[in-house]
């Protein structure tokens, strides 16, 4: 690539611009076509733009690791790394986050409890809520299909599935949309990251509440399969 350096510059420069906040697809193509394999100064890590290339990575954990990826890149002083320890420790664990056998072995686990008549029973659910985000916005005769519809769904559909009381909806969705303020920028401030954890200890107090609810008093949804799935003698924490 000519003037590689120029390209590095300039690219760190929109990744981190407002006019990427608001619209990053023609930054997103300018990577595919120029620099497909990126390295950012500004992220501190590898960027991947092509489809092909981000599949390779995900499917090789022989080469590629998934552990720490998201707190990795993250400029942490001795006193804030042992003040979000909480944040760093829950970002080393879980599905995500892991590479095989554990995640293979919580794989296993977790698509036990998501049995098909789990996900058939949301069905008209998961219409309803679709025809009350778009009533929602006809009257404007547009939409932001990304904060007025596919940001909204998921979060209301997953609330719904891990048997939260509507009433506890709005707050969890705070909770989720706080937790990851600390991935939107390369360079979170001690008070993002604190921001962040403190909704995460938030939401990790409630599931534990939940949790020994239907641990003690089993129901028909997916927190109680979640909570009471078992294999050969292992369970999910």
């Not at 890149?73 to 420790?89: K, N, S």
């Not at 404007?140 to 599935?161: H, N, R």
């Amino acid at each position: 690539i000519p003037d590689n350096e120029h390209l590095m510059v300039e690219f760190d420069n929109l990744l981190t611009s407002a006019q990427f906040e608001n619209n990053p697809y023609p930054v997103y193509r300018q990577l595919r076509e120029a620099a497909p394999v990126y390295w950012s100064d500004v992220w501190g890590c590898w960027i991947l733009t092509r489809y092909e290339d981000v599949v390779a990575t995900l499917r090789d954990h022989h080469r590629f690791t998934s552990l720490g990826r998201l707190t990795a890149t993250i400029d942490l002083t001795e006193d804030l790394r042992e003040r979000v320890a909480p944040l760093i420790r829950h970002y080393s664990q879980g599905l995500i986050n892991v590479d095989p056998p554990d995640h293979t072995r919580m794989r296993n686990l977790l698509n036990m409890a998501f049995a098909p008549r789990t996900m058939r029973r949301l069905e008209d659910f998961v219409k309803d809520i679709v025809e009350r985000l778009l009533d929602d916005v006809q009257h404007k005769g547009e939409m932001d299909i990304i904060w007025d519809f596919s940001y909204l769904l998921p979060v209301t559909v997953i609330a719904e599935l891990m048997g939260i009381p509507k009433e506890d909806h709005p707050k969890f969705k705070a909770w989720s949309s706080r937790i990851i303020e600390f991935m939107a920028t390369p360079k979170p401030t001690p008070e993002v990251l604190l921001r962040s954890q403190d909704n995460l200890l938030a939401l990790q107090q409630f599931f534990r509440d939940v949790v020994q609810e239907r641990r003690a008093e089993p129901r028909d949804d997916l927190i109680t399969a979640l909570a009471t799935v078992e294999q050969e003698g292992d369970r999910l924490t």
